[in-house]
């Protein structure tokens, strides 16, 4: 069974858990939780809005997401540009993003985080062999579990200007 889904709101979220998906390019308003749990999950040019709910993807979704990396191609209403941004959640959203990549995922584009939250807000965890992720990581808190490496390559094109500063806290 395949799918393809659609620039929009989706007020209940996305999901998939065995089929493959394809997201059509363009800008994804979620109020309810992203969740990909197998299957597979295919999008070129997309923005993840979490307006609210949770990111939970597991290690048994193959998936390849990548953000737009042009200019002027992926905005909202209010004509703000989110060029290189792949998962942007609202800063009031008090949910988490927690993603397993296995060695057949990639994400491209900028993951950002930044509001409450009672516990770690972004974990990431993989395989046993280093999992790739071409993005800036903007959150409070990041953990990376299990005995997975991860190699984030920095390009100040995903997801705006900003410094790159990495503080590891034990």
Same mark, same amino acid.
């Given at each position: 069974?395949?799918?393809?889904?659609?620039?929009?709101?989706?007020?209940?979220?996305?999901?998939n858990n065995n089929r493959k998906q394809t997201w059509k390019p363009g800008l994804y308003c979620l109020q309810g939780d992203l969740k990909l749990t197998g299957g597979?999950?295919?999008?070129?040019?997309?923005?993840?809005?979490?307006?609210?709910?949770?990111?939970?993807?597991?290690?048994? =979704?193959?998936?390849?997401?990548?953000?737009?990396?042009? %200019?002027?191609?992926?905005?909202?209403? *209010? @004509? #703000?540009d989110w060029k290189g941004m792949l998962i942007y959640m609202d800063p009031v959203n008090i949910q988490?993003?927690?993603?397993?990549?296995?060695?057949?995922?990639?994400?491209?584009? =900028?993951?950002?985080?930044?509001?409450?939250?009672?516990? %770690?807000?972004?974990?990431?965890?993989? *395989? @046993? #062999?280093?999992?790739?992720?071409?993005?800036?990581?903007?959150?409070?808190?990041?953990?990376?579990?299990?005995?997975?490496?991860?190699?984030?390559?920095?390009?100040?094109?995903?997801?705006?200007?900003?410094?790159?500063?990495?503080?590891?806290?034990?």
């Amino acid at each position: 069974c395949s799918c393809t889904l659609n620039p929009g709101i989706y007020p209940k979220g996305i999901s998939n858990n065995n089929r493959k998906q394809t997201w059509k390019p363009g800008l994804y308003c979620l109020q309810g939780d992203l969740k990909l749990t197998g299957g597979t999950s295919v999008g070129n040019g997309v923005m993840i809005y979490m307006q609210s709910g949770k990111v939970d993807i597991h290690s048994k =979704a193959e998936f390849d997401l990548r953000a737009e990396l042009s %200019e002027n191609v992926v905005m909202d209403a *209010s @004509k #703000n540009d989110w060029k290189g941004m792949l998962i942007y959640m609202d800063p009031v959203n008090i949910q988490d993003i927690k993603i397993a990549i296995n060695s057949d995922s990639y994400l491209l584009g =900028a993951i950002h985080a930044i509001g409450p939250s009672k516990k %770690e807000k972004c974990t990431f965890s993989g *395989s @046993k #062999n280093t999992f790739l992720i071409d993005s800036q990581i903007i959150c409070d808190t990041i953990k990376v579990v299990s005995n997975s490496g991860i190699s984030i390559t920095y390009d100040g094109t995903y997801g705006g200007d900003t410094t790159t500063i990495l503080e590891l806290v034990q």
